[in-house]
T-cell receptor, first 114, second 112 residues
């Protein structure tokens, strides 16, 4: 298996633009997580899905952020409109069986909002 | 409040030396504790996962310990190598809402 795949790897955009981050989890994994990492706040869990259903979105910072998982092999995290404070590395991770099992992280998307 | 505190914040040691990283948590009820290694520019990679009944778990030169009574864990690295330079993140699962709580990490630098 190729592991968790994320795209794009880097994204530079201007404030106010819509940003869409994509993730393909490891095949067969039931859980998918979206994280944000910054120097100031470390790793933060934004939202996670179980069998394509959002379970906990309490980490989503505000209404500008939305996440979907239309099928077991694809998820998106959208920011609209983007702001400079959204600049961070966004990781997608997946795990098998339960949310407490080992999570396998993707390489991340480095987002810079100017 | 469920929290995970790691120390030190950063550490520099010479290649070949041993070191120990600390993780204290206040998460209750406790489910499990994981240590991740994160190389610069990459996603975290799991090193160990420990449940309430486990005191020690090893993964090569990495040995994690857990004291569920004092709510402390440590990660011991033996005979450090340059490739051990990374951030090490302690993650605790648990709490009344089954949360996953990340520590802020320890930045380890191995010097030749």
């Amino acid at each position: 298996d190729a592991g968790v795949i994320q795209s794009p790897r880097h994204e530079v955009t201007e404030m106010g633009q819509e940003v869409t981050l994509r993730c393909k989890p490891i095949s067969g994994h039931d859980y998918l997580f979206w994280y944000r990492q910054t120097m100031m706040r470390g790793l933060e869990l934004l939202i996670y899905f179980n069998n394509n259903v959002p379970i906990d979105d309490s980490g989503m910072p505000e209404d500008r952020f939305s996440a979907k998982m239309p099928n077991a092999s694809f998820s998106t995290l959208k920011i609209q409109p983007s702001e400079p404070r959204d600049s961070a590395v966004y990781f997608c991770a997946s795990s098998f069986y339960t949310a407490r099992e080992t999570q396998y992280f993707g390489p991340g998307t480095r987002l810079l909002v100017l | 409040k469920n929290q995970v505190e790691q120390s030190p914040q950063s550490l520099i040691i010479l290649e070949g030396k041993n070191c120990t990283l600390q993780c204290n948590y206040t998460v209750s009820p406790f489910s499990n504790l994981r240590w991740y290694k994160q190389d610069t520019g990459r996603g975290p990679v799991s090193l160990t996962i420990m449940t309430f009944s486990e005191n020690t778990k090893s993964n090569g030169r990495y040995t994690a310990t857990l004291d569920a009574d004092t709510k402390q864990s440590s990660l011991h690295i033996t005979a450090s190598q340059l490739s051990d330079s990374a951030s090490y993140i302690c993650v605790v699962s648990g709490g009344s809402a089954s949360k996953i709580i990340f520590g802020s990490g320890t930045r380890l630098s191995i010097r030749p």
